[in-house]
């Protein structure tokens, strides 16, 4: 048996006492106080507290914190943040620099496959792990809490799929270009931004969608790198309306998808002849010129114009509205949420024609949200228990590996849902005993100090980082925790988890069932 495997072997017979404590699904609640408001919205809001996160909120009260969290332009993000973020080289080369890299490094690797392949390896791992960290940290580190958890919102609304081909180059810039700015903006931005991005055409295949009897031009005719050409296909147009816009109840048809994916062909990926930094390019000679019925009125030929006016359309369709209430309602209220703060977030979407902080500023508001009666009956997914979990314990994230691995292992790798519906967030899609146990591992290597979180990555595995205690930082301390998390850890809790050795204590508090959910 190993340290790591003693250590929580010694860990878990604690940890279920202390989950014995906990009626799941419900949880009773304490009376709205001050510092229950305040951890209430930091783990609503945000991630969880951070150390004097709950007494900055109490001092400021929760409406002035919702509102700065609606404007995170008035809270810039801090220099060391800034610092690590301006390392990270591959999450700022442009769409048209990624797509070349990417090409290059696979065309090297079958020309050479000794070097090549373990070449295109080392790239293809930069950017993945560049990408990924640039995520954590900022969900870790941002004052911006709220703008964090709406990228990992929104992102997932629009998924992509970093495991299909191209789209391994992409996720940054897609996170960068296509979410992060939008995320409190006008709707429609966002929903444009998603259709012309390079990782959205590849993973729904729209680049390559033709009119019917498209005939490519040939070889060293002026064609380019185009994209090839597999007829019609209507991948985009069906999750642009069932996933991204209308919902799968929005009142459309089969013909509705087929004549909205003729009215998006042409819409593919050039970087040699998009414009400016963006590698989308309107291909005219792929586009459908005939007429099309859609969503019953005629829409003729107008090229590009055809799919953003469909873009505009579903954009401020009423069934849009209420579409993307309910989610965000359930994101940030509950599995079912109250249909009244659904239909009143819908009113607010259609009469700001689609601003999100408006909508977002009627959920954060109401007093469904802020009467706090769903406080600590919601479940953390895994990204949120990683999350809020590093927040709270404040260890430097130098190293993002492990907490990449982490999140793979516990079933929600980052950016790696392949299917375009994105990750569940309801309690029943991660409530199990499983999850439970993965999770009491990672409190237990996260609280030893030994995870190498704080050190420059290297190939070593996390086990034996663990072994020779290479995390580069300093056990953790319960009351540390305490101090941060407050009275969201019961009286319960603490009082079991008095009763085990001092140096388990802060492994049991992470692992605890009060600090699972929020």
């Known amino acids: 048996m190993t340290r790591r495997q003693a250590a929580l072997h010694a860990v878990l017979p604690a940890w279920l006492a202390v989950s014995c404590l906990w009626g799941l699904p419900g949880v009773s609640q304490a009376a709205p106080a001050t510092e229950a408001q305040a951890l209430y919205v930091l783990n609503r809001v945000a991630y969880g507290p951070a150390p004097g996160d709950v007494a900055r909120v109490m001092a400021s009260g929760v409406d002035r914190y919702i509102d700065d969290q609606l404007h995170p332009e008035r809270t810039p993000l801090p220099a060391a943040l800034q610092q690590q973020l301006a390392g990270l080289q591959t999450t700022r080369l442009s769409q048209d620099a990624l797509i070349r890299q990417f090409r290059q490094a696979a065309q090297a690797a079958k020309k050479d496959p000794d070097t090549g392949k373990q070449d295109r390896q080392d790239l293809y791992r930069q950017i993945t792990e560049e990408a990924g960290q640039a995520r954590l940290l900022q969900a870790v580190n941002s004052p911006n809490q709220l703008q964090e958890a709406l990228v990992e919102f929104w992102f997932n609304h629009f998924n992509v799929f970093q495991g299909k081909g191209l789209d391994r180059a992409l996720m940054a810039s897609y996170e960068r270009e296509a979410i992060r700015p939008f995320v409190l903006g006008r709707f429609r931005d966002l929903l444009g931004a998603t259709a012309h991005h390079p990782a959205m055409l590849f993973y729904l295949d729209n680049w390559l969608s033709v009119a019917p009897g498209y005939q490519p031009p040939r070889r060293g005719a002026g064609a380019g790198q185009q994209a090839k050409a597999s ?117 607010t979407f259609t009469r700001t024609d689609g601003d999100l902080r408006e909508v977002m500023r009627t959920l954060l508001t109401s007093p469904e949200f802020l009467s706090g009666s769903n406080a600590g009956t919601r479940f953390k997914t895994p ?31 980052l950016y790696g849902w392949q299917t375009p519906d994105g990750y569940k967030v309801t309690d029943a899609a991660w409530l199990n005993q499983d999850a439970l146990a993965k999770r009491a591992t990672f409190a237990t290597a996260l609280a030893s100090g030994k995870l190498p979180l704080a050190k420059a990555p290297d190939d070593m595995d996390d086990a034996s980082a663990v072994a020779q205690g290479r995390g580069g930082y300093a056990p953790l301390e319960a009351d540390a925790l305490y101090a941060t998390l407050g009275s969201s850890i019961s009286g319960k809790t603490r009082t079991a988890i008095a009763q085990s050795p001092a140096r388990l204590q802060a492994a049991l508090v992470l692992g605890s069932p009060d600090f699972m959910k929020y």
């Not at 998006?264 to 040699?272: E, H, K, S, Y």
């Not at 228990?385 to 292992?409: F, G, H």
Request: net charge negative.
């Open 231 to 347: 007829g019609l296909n209507e991948n985009y147009a069906r999750e642009l309306m069932e996933l991204h816009t209308l919902g799968v109840d929005g009142g459309y048809t089969q013909t509705d998808v087929t004549e909205l994916a003729r009215m998006l062909t042409g819409w593919t990926i050039n970087p040699r002849q998009g414009s400016d930094d963006s590698a989308f390019y309107f291909d005219l000679r792929r586009h459908d010129t005939g007429t099309k019925q859609w969503l019953g009125h005629a829409v003729s030929n107008q090229g590009q114009r055809e799919g953003e006016m469909a873009l505009d359309e579903l954009a401020r369709a009423p069934a849009t509205a209420h579409h993307i209430s309910a989610q965000l309602a359930q994101y940030f209220v509950a599995d079912n949420p109250p249909p009244a703060l659904v239909e009143r977030m819908a009113q």
């Open 383 to 413: 990204y949120r228990y990683v999350i809020s979990s590093l927040r709270a314990s404040a260890v430097p994230l130098t190293n993002p590996r492990p907490v990449l691995r982490t999140l793979a292992q516990m079933g929600m790798p």
